[in-house]
């Protein structure tokens, strides 16, 4: 939408950040078998603009889990409109950390609490 651009019609990166949490997010929580809040967000790269009619695709995977953390390394892809290929255009490691009914960390199942 226009206001998610800039002038040029590129996307701006703080929407493309928050889609590649949502998308982190999913394995996070699935791993934690509940609620997670977003930590860190490592090493981001924006390798290429994401223009308007662009189509998004994203992908996360668990790189590492801890007593109460989780790293999911997302990347995000594009293909241009009219285009058949796929380039990547930003990747980054994201860190979430399971989070109990009291709002604290929490360990991971099958973590033993502290």
Not at 59 to 69: D, E, F, I, Q
Not at 76 to 101: D, L, N, S
Request: glycine share 10%.
């Amino acid at each position: 939408m226009p206001a998610d651009t800039n002038p040029e019609g590129d996307i701006f990166g703080g929407w493309l950040l928050a889609q590649m949490d949502i998308a982190g997010a999913t394995p996070a929580f699935a791993l934690a078998q509940g609620r997670c809040a977003t930590v860190a967000v490592d090493a981001m790269v924006f390798h290429q603009p994401v223009s308007v009619g662009d189509e998004v695709s994203i992908y996360a995977r668990v790189v590492r889990a801890g007593r109460t953390s989780i790293r999911v390394h997302v990347e995000a892809w594009k293909r241009p409109r009219y285009a058949e290929h796929v380039i990547r255009v930003t990747e980054g490691v994201f860190t979430y950390v399971a989070i109990g009914p009291d709002g604290k960390p929490r360990p991971l199942p099958g973590q033993a609490a502290a």
